[in-house]
């Protein structure tokens, strides 16, 4: 395999570019201190990752070289001037995300993870849509059909590991989270509360048997939708580096 030792050798240049930044005078102390510790940091994840390598990316790895040449080759006062100090600190932030992602683009089990985070969401969101229509709520239908749209926007930006498409999970979650907590708590007063499934029965103009199995299942959806989406987010948050 070729990806390993390209790997090492873009460690290399990131541990030289460490040496270029200790010489600017164009960066406050503090900021020098700032892309130093990226850079370090960026520079072990891609040495740990060569000795790890499962899967021969050749031409990724050649990108993550290029990238850190061009990085080392900006890394000097006049260099800074030229292109800008924004410039110059966003580089460096993305090529510290680069070195967090890439294990997942050079082995296949963490890749496999991530798609069991996404699995693990989508899952969660399709209970809820589901928990929706049980629930039989106009309300809830219409907040359904208006976060339908960054749903589905997350789950797309997801699958391409998008990290606006882990904003839009977070941001999507709470409304179907509560929505779980209320079926729960719902139809489990319901269940317990002498009576109640008759006068439900009486109002909607069912049989008991029915209202009680209704109930039942829109407890365990709602338990299973609770967990599927707090467990996906916890997954995706752990996974969250794969995403750029």
Same mark, same amino acid.
């Given at each position: 395999?070729?990806?390993?030792? %390209?790997?090492?050798? =873009? $460690?290399?240049? /990131?541990?030289?570019? #460490?040496?270029?930044?200790?010489?600017?005078? &164009?960066?406050?102390?503090?900021?020098?201190?700032?892309?130093?510790?990226?850079?370090?940091?960026?520079?072990?994840?891609?040495?740990?990752?060569?000795?790890?390598?499962?899967?021969?990316?050749?031409?990724?790895?050649?990108?993550?070289?290029?990238?850190?040449?061009?990085?080392?080759?900006?890394?000097?006062?006049?260099?800074?001037?030229?292109?800008?100090?924004?410039?110059?600190?966003?580089?460096?932030?993305?090529?510290?995300?680069?070195?967090?992602?890439?294990?997942?683009?050079?082995?296949?089990?963490?890749?496999?993870?991530?798609?069991?985070?996404?699995?693990?969401? %989508?899952?969660?969101? =399709? $209970?809820?849509? /589901?928990?929706?229509? #049980?629930?039989?709520?106009?309300?809830?239908? &219409?907040?359904?059909?208006?976060?339908?749209?960054?749903?589905?926007?997350?789950?797309?930006?997801?699958?391409?590991?998008?990290?606006?498409?882990?904003?839009?999970?977070?941001?999507?979650?709470?409304?179907?989270?509560?929505?779980?907590?209320?079926?729960?708590?719902?139809?489990?007063?319901?269940?317990?509360?002498?009576?109640?499934?008759?006068?439900?029965?009486?109002?909607?103009?069912?049989?008991?048997?029915?209202?009680?199995?209704?109930?039942?299942?829109?407890?365990?959806?709602?338990?299973?939708?609770?967990?599927?989406?707090?467990?996906?987010?916890?997954?995706?948050?752990?996974?969250?580096?794969?995403?750029?």
């Amino acid at each position: 395999m070729k990806s390993p030792s %390209i790997l090492e050798d =873009t $460690a290399e240049v /990131l541990e030289a570019t #460490v040496s270029n930044v200790e010489r600017l005078t &164009v960066l406050s102390e503090k900021e020098k201190g700032k892309v130093i510790s990226l850079l370090r940091e960026a520079a072990e994840n891609f040495r740990r990752l060569s000795k790890n390598v499962k899967n021969d990316n050749v031409e990724l790895a050649e990108f993550f070289y290029k990238k850190a040449r061009e990085l080392k080759a900006m890394s000097t006062d006049r260099g800074i001037e030229k292109g800008g100090k924004k410039e110059f600190m966003e580089r460096v932030r993305k090529m510290n995300l680069y070195s967090k992602s890439a294990v997942y683009d050079f082995d296949p089990d963490m890749l496999k993870a991530l798609k069991r985070a996404y699995r693990t969401y %989508i899952f969660g969101m =399709t $209970a809820f849509f /589901l928990l929706v229509g #049980v629930y039989m709520s106009q309300i809830m239908a &219409v907040t359904a059909l208006i976060l339908a749209i960054p749903i589905i926007l997350s789950m797309l930006s997801l699958q391409r590991r998008g990290y606006l498409g882990l904003l839009l999970a977070y941001s999507a979650a709470p409304i179907p989270i509560i929505q779980g907590v209320m079926g729960l708590t719902y139809g489990w007063k319901q269940l317990t509360t002498p009576g109640a499934i008759d006068k439900i029965a009486e109002i909607i103009h069912k049989s008991p048997s029915f209202v009680e199995g209704w109930l039942i299942f829109m407890v365990i959806l709602s338990a299973v939708e609770l967990y599927l989406i707090i467990y996906g987010l916890y997954l995706l948050y752990k996974h969250r580096h794969a995403f750029l």
